[in-house]
Antibody
């Protein structure tokens, strides 16, 4: 059974750093892209970027380039999304999702979501 | 960026009746070399991650009931629920993956009348 299991909810202060995770299991982790999607409170979905665990090829949405870092540790089948300095506007639920290819962006499997709250 | 605009923003449909959601892209998402439309549809229920319904504009995802269907090409697409069930109450999103950045429509809320 394919599963993406994300790390738990986070509460942080502005300016703090954060790294959240997404662990894949039940499939060949290095053969599928992992994307990250933001959902701000009461709002829609935004694709942030994706990484291919096979070679760590990473693509970012221009809106998120330089704001976050996507990485992977294929030895433990885990992808990461990190911030060096959080802002209140980063408050959202973050989902990881598996998609078949960089030109096949539809995502059949999703993590459960990691809520991130940034507040002073 | 390709802008995805859904209509309506919300709709209320009686149980067993048809629900139709439209999605228009600001430019074509049809890739001429393979004649594929780079468009997907998702369903999201409160407190849950999105669920894939349709990809390549008209291919149903694994395990998706056949009352869900997708159609359209180029810039105009439709998601149809042929006979609305109570469990279909949700927000529905279209999503293009034609070019970076991939974007989603604003969502359409489907309720029971």
């Amino acid at each position: 059974e394919v599963q993406l299991v994300q790390s738990g909810a986070e509460v942080k202060k502005p300016g703090e750093s954060l790294k959240i995770s997404c662990k894949g299991s039940g499939y060949t982790f290095t053969s599928y892209w992992i994307g990250w999607v933001r959902q701000m409170p009461g709002k829609g979905l935004e694709w942030m970027g994706s990484i291919y665990p096979g070679d760590s090829d990473t693509r970012y949405s221009p809106s998120f380039q330089g704001q976050v870092t996507i990485s992977v540790d294929k030895s433990i089948t885990t992808a990461y999304l990190q911030w060096s300095s959080l802002k209140a506007s980063d408050t959202a639920i973050y989902y990881c999702a598996r998609h078949p290819g960089y030109t096949s962006g539809w995502a059949e499997y999703w993590g459960q979501g990691t809520p991130v709250t940034v507040s002073s | 960026d390709i802008v995805m605009t859904q209509s309506p923003d919300s709709l209320a449909v009686s149980l067993g009746e048809r629900a139709t959601i439209n999605c228009k892209s600001s430019q074509s998402v049809l890739y001429s070399s393979n004649n594929k439309n780079y468009l997907a549809w998702y369903q999201q229920k409160p407190g849950q991650p999105p669920k894939l319904l349709i990809y390549w504009a008209s291919t149903r995802g694994s395990g998706v009931p056949d009352r869900f269907s997708g159609s359209g090409s180029g810039t105009d697409f439709t998601l149809t629920i042929s006979s609305l069930q109570a469990e279909d109450v949700a927000i529905y999103y279209c999503h293009h993956y034609y070019s970076v950045p991939w974007t989603f429509g604003q969502g359409t809320t489907v309720e029971i009348k």
